[in-house]
């Protein structure tokens, strides 16, 4: 995972904390084992609804009727993603204009994870470092999902920069839906702190019995997701029950992060979601996370809190990055740190 600052640089994330050392799993998945090792094992999977209904299904929203005001559809759209991001916390976004980097960067993912392991350890995480290739999210010695990530240069600074720009107009949508002026989101996010992981998900004999990523919310403002091959896999809680989500070829899949629900003091929610793993076939994806720059504080903006109670507490990026990387994929967890209790 590389993380940047909006003029591309580096930014270097030692002393936030790292995930520990596991065994890789894409060279796990490749051998015959006998037994799944038991910080994979998730027994509650088999126990838990998944509404299989594909009537029920994430918004779609198309971008390019946003793009103008007053354009004919453009109202309609706009409510259409304040539901979204009010009562699902995710959408699928259509006509983005991004779709020739998307393509470019999903053929060097690909190529990435077909390597041989010797030569993708060239860009192994280094000790107390979260960039590099290998896991995220692994805190402590428990029972824990399966994930890869890693650094990509190739292609990267494009991609990088074409979805920070999306990112930008989404929370200027967003912003005026919140009964905001457009820029009151979007000028927070001016030296925003973007990271980039790739995924691979092995596929797995005992598919029913691990997951590829334990259920949480995205603890950053903004994600924004793109499927690399056609392998299903994530699912979100609505209603107590997982819900598949069946990506539209070319979408981005976008979800609210906990710094957007802390942010619109809860008018906007993020999701619990979680990754499932296909008994036969590899998922491969690319989640970029969006976080304000170091400036700001994260707490309820007082354009939206005005005589509301406030319900989260306020604390400085810094601090809750320290925060959020140190907590475990423990659905939404870090929320509940943030909510300021009765």
Same mark, same amino acid.
């Given at each position: 995972?590389?993380i940047?600052?909006?003029?591309? &640089?580096?930014?270097?994330?030692?002393?936030?904390?790292?995930?520990?050392?596991?065994?890789?799993?894409?060279?796990l998945?490749? *051998? &015959?084992?006998?037994d799944?090792?038991?910080? @994979?094992?998730?027994?509650?999977?088999?126990?838990?609804?998944?509404?299989?209904d594909?009537?029920?299904?994430?918004?779609?929203?198309d971008?390019?009727?946003?793009?103008?005001?007053?354009?004919?559809?453009y &109202?309609d759209?706009?409510a259409?993603?304040?539901?979204a991001? =009010?009562?699902?916390?995710?959408?699928q976004?259509?006509?983005h204009?991004?779709?020739?980097?998307?393509n470019?960067?999903k053929?060097?993912?690909e *190529?990435?994870f077909?390597?041989?392991?010797? *030569?993708?350890?060239k860009y192994?995480q280094?000790?107390?470092?979260?960039?590099?290739?290998?896991q995220?999210?692994?805190v402590? *010695?428990?029972?824990?999902?399966?994930?890869v990530?890693?650094?990509?240069?190739?292609?990267?600074?494009?991609?990088?920069?074409?979805?920070?720009g999306v990112?930008?107009?989404?929370?200027?949508?967003?912003?005026?839906?919140?009964?905001?002026?457009?820029?009151?989101?979007?000028?927070?996010?001016?030296?925003?702190i973007?990271s980039?992981?790739?995924?691979?998900?092995?596929?797995?004999?005992?598919?029913?019995?691990?997951?590829?990523?334990?259920?949480?919310s995205?603890?950053?403002?903004?994600?924004?997701?793109?499927?690399?091959?056609?392998?299903?896999?994530?699912?979100i809680?609505?209603?107590s029950?997982?819900v598949?989500?069946k990506?539209?070829?070319?979408s981005?899949?976008?979800?609210?992060?906990?710094?957007?629900?802390?942010?619109?003091?809860?008018? @906007?929610?993020?999701?619990?979601? =979680?990754?499932?793993?296909?008994?036969?076939?590899?998922?491969?994806?690319?989640?970029?996370?969006?976080?304000?720059?170091l400036?700001?504080?994260?707490?309820?903006?007082p354009?939206?809190i005005?005589?509301?109670?406030?319900k989260?507490?306020?604390?400085?990026?810094?601090?809750y990055?320290?925060?959020?990387?140190?907590?475990k994929?423990?659905?939404?967890?870090?929320?509940?740190?943030?909510?300021?209790?009765?």
């Amino acid at each position: 995972m590389e993380i940047r600052d909006n003029s591309s &640089e580096k930014i270097n994330r030692s002393g936030y904390g790292s995930s520990i050392s596991v065994d890789n799993v894409q060279a796990l998945a490749s *051998e &015959e084992l006998k037994d799944i090792p038991i910080r @994979y094992v998730r027994p509650e999977i088999e126990s838990e609804a998944v509404l299989m209904d594909e009537s029920l299904q994430v918004p779609v929203i198309d971008f390019n009727k946003l793009s103008v005001p007053g354009k004919p559809g453009y &109202e309609d759209e706009l409510a259409k993603l304040h539901v979204a991001c =009010r009562d699902w916390g995710f959408f699928q976004l259509i006509n983005h204009g991004v779709s020739e980097v998307m393509n470019e960067m999903k053929k060097v993912t690909e *190529e990435f994870f077909k390597l041989p392991l010797e *030569e993708k350890m060239k860009y192994a995480q280094i000790s107390g470092i979260i960039e590099g290739y290998g896991q995220a999210f692994v805190v402590s *010695e428990d029972k824990n999902s399966i994930g890869v990530t890693c650094s990509i240069s190739k292609t990267f600074d494009h991609y990088s920069n074409e979805l920070n720009g999306v990112s930008k107009e989404l929370f200027k949508f967003m912003s005026t839906n919140l009964g905001m002026e457009p820029n009151a989101i979007s000028r927070l996010y001016e030296n925003c702190i973007q990271s980039i992981r790739m995924n691979y998900y092995p596929p797995c004999r005992v598919a029913d019995k691990v997951l590829g990523l334990a259920p949480h919310s995205d603890q950053t403002g903004l994600t924004l997701l793109v499927q690399v091959n056609e392998v299903q896999g994530l699912q979100i809680k609505k209603n107590s029950k997982w819900v598949p989500i069946k990506p539209i070829p070319g979408s981005i899949i976008v979800n609210i992060g906990d710094i957007m629900e802390i942010m619109s003091n809860g008018e @906007y929610r993020s999701i619990e979601h =979680r990754v499932t793993i296909n008994l036969e076939k590899e998922r491969i994806s690319i989640a970029a996370f969006h976080t304000p720059g170091l400036e700001v504080k994260i707490g309820p903006l007082p354009e939206i809190i005005k005589e509301k109670t406030t319900k989260y507490k306020t604390i400085d990026v810094e601090d809750y990055l320290r925060l959020s990387i140190s907590n475990k994929l423990d659905g939404k967890s870090l929320i509940e740190q943030m909510k300021i209790q009765e």
